[in-house]
């Protein structure tokens, strides 16, 4: 089952929030922009860049707000706005998220995660479909995502408008947050291996910029992820 926030200190969790990126749009300040507009950070008013899929992609056809299916970890609700590049909410886009769990394993795959040899054929925990609200925003019930060698911690994603693919790309976590997770925190402590890669040292984040950084609050027992996107739908 999902786990509440660990026995960290509250310093070294404030510390690791305040670390998230933020990146301003235009000439007004973003958490100005973001206020007038009603958008939930501060990465406001940009088309959100393209992404590498992955190899894990599937569409399970699951409808649902709760992708965990009881998969072990720190509860995470991620938050998706979808807005147009002059601020306005898309309502009735269709969001697709996907990510690893704590252990570095996707589902509906085999011979993959950090040892390769991890077979979750059939199973479809982290997986799942929104549509997006008057406001734009599709909202998961999750966990904080694990790690795999080679990559940072992240999310995949995909937006659909009028059943026609509109983007398709990543969502990037706090390293500080990650790290103070992964080293203290069950079911992610406690792993053979160590995390190797962090964001900067990931290219498929550095070419994402820090529009895909997730801005990301501590609440009750776990955590809530936003991340405004922009797309182009006649793009």
């Not at 704590?102 to 929104?130: E, K, P």
């Not at 019930?141 to 911690?153: F, L, N």
Request: charge should be positive; include cysteine; proline fraction near 6%.
């Amino acid at each position: 089952m999902r786990k509440e926030i660990p026995n960290v200190s509250r310093r070294s969790i404030l510390k690791a929030l305040s670390l998230t990126p933020v990146a301003a749009a235009c000439a007004v300040p973003a958490w100005a922009q973001a206020t007038r507009s009603g958008l939930i950070s501060t990465s406001v008013c940009m088309v959100t860049a393209e992404a590498t899929e992955g190899p894990f992609y599937l569409d399970p056809r699951l409808v649902r707000a709760d992708i965990s299916e009881g998969r072990p970890g720190v509860p995470l609700r991620q938050l998706i706005q979808v807005v147009t590049a002059d601020c306005r909410p898309v309502e009735g886009a269709r969001v697709d998220l996907w990510h690893c769990d704590a252990a570095g394993n996707y589902s509906g795959y085999a011979r993959q995660g950090s040892d390769t040899v991890t077979d979750t054929s059939g199973q479809t925990f982290l997986r799942g479909t929104q549509p997006t609200d008057r406001d734009g925003i599709a909202r998961f019930e999750t966990i904080y995502p694990g790690w795999y060698q080679g990559r940072a911690t992240h999310m995949h994603y995909k937006i659909f408008v009028d059943d026609r693919t509109v983007l398709t790309s990543q969502i990037f976590f706090p390293d500080a947050l990650s790290e103070s997770l992964y080293r203290n925190a069950a079911p992610y402590a406690g792993r053979p291996a160590s995390r190797r890669v962090v964001n900067t040292r990931d290219r498929i984040a550095q070419r994402a910029g820090e529009a895909a950084h997730a801005a990301v609050r501590e609440a009750g027992g776990g955590y809530v992820a936003s991340l405004v996107v922009g797309i182009a739908p006649g793009g």
